[in-house]
């Protein structure tokens, strides 16, 4: 099966300072990445779509200056969390796009889970 | 009413049972259908993929479709408590939107 990888996998870190999370696929490429968040319990929210080369899509209510995403590479997107604050603790975890051999759906990372102090 | 329906359960069985996930939804225009296994504090893993109505069998995964019914089904034989997870349904239109539009989950404990 396809794998996508995330890093770091938990951080801690305290109110101000910024985060970034890596989301790379190891063994396809992908031009769209996702990236969402869960909060326990709960099934998983879209923040934005990543596209290779061009601006994420972010959607309704996620702030886009404080959720910065990154997709320089075909293997390759970041997410980083720009002054973060207790309200931004959360299990953040992307997904990449696979449209190959007639199946097109997304592959999930691991997830990484931020506590911001 | 929300696009996807997902019963989250929690649903506790013994080992060895036969296990029904179900979804409904309420937009045709939904093309293809996923299963996903998320176990605590991980991504999610895609288990099952299907794009037509009709059955799809993998090991002890099957993944059924009606799309007349606009239902999702997935059944899992002779369940072991390491299927113990949250199962999520997902779908997605097809061609340039593929977002997925998730089930909430159910949560799933296989006891021993």
């Known amino acids: 099966g396809a794998v996508v990888s995330q890093h770091p996998s938990r951080v801690i870190c305290k109110s101000g300072t910024s985060v970034k999370i890596e989301c790379r696929s190891l063994d396809f490429q992908a031009t769209t990445m996702f990236w969402y968040r869960q909060f326990p319990k709960q099934s998983l929210m879209l923040m934005a779509t990543s596209n290779e080369g061009s601006k994420a899509t972010y959607e309704q209510g996620v702030e886009k200056d404080k959720f910065l995403i990154n997709h320089a590479s075909l293997t390759l997107s970041t997410l980083t969390v720009t002054s973060a604050h207790p309200e931004d603790s959360s299990f953040y975890i992307c997904s990449a796009r696979r449209d190959s051999y007639g199946t097109d759906t997304q592959y999930f990372g691991p997830g990484t889970r931020l506590t911001v102090l | 009413q929300k696009e996807v329906e997902q019963d989250p359960g929690p649903l506790s069985v013994p080992e060895g049972a036969i296990v029904s996930l179900n979804c409904t939804y309420s937009?045709?225009?939904?093309?293809?259908f996923m299963w996903y296994r998320q176990y605590s504090r991980k991504g999610p893993e895609l288990l099952m993929y299907t794009y037509s109505s009709g059955n799809k069998e993998d090991g002890r995964f099957t993944a059924q479709v009606d799309k007349s019914s606009k239902y999702i089904s997935l059944f899992i034989r002779d369940s072991q408590p390491s299927d113990s997870a949250t199962y999520l349904c997902a779908m997605s239109y097809g061609g340039s939107n593929y977002k997925l539009t998730f089930g909430k989950g159910t949560l799933l404990t296989v006891n021993p």
């Open positions: 937009n045709s225009a939904f093309q293809y």
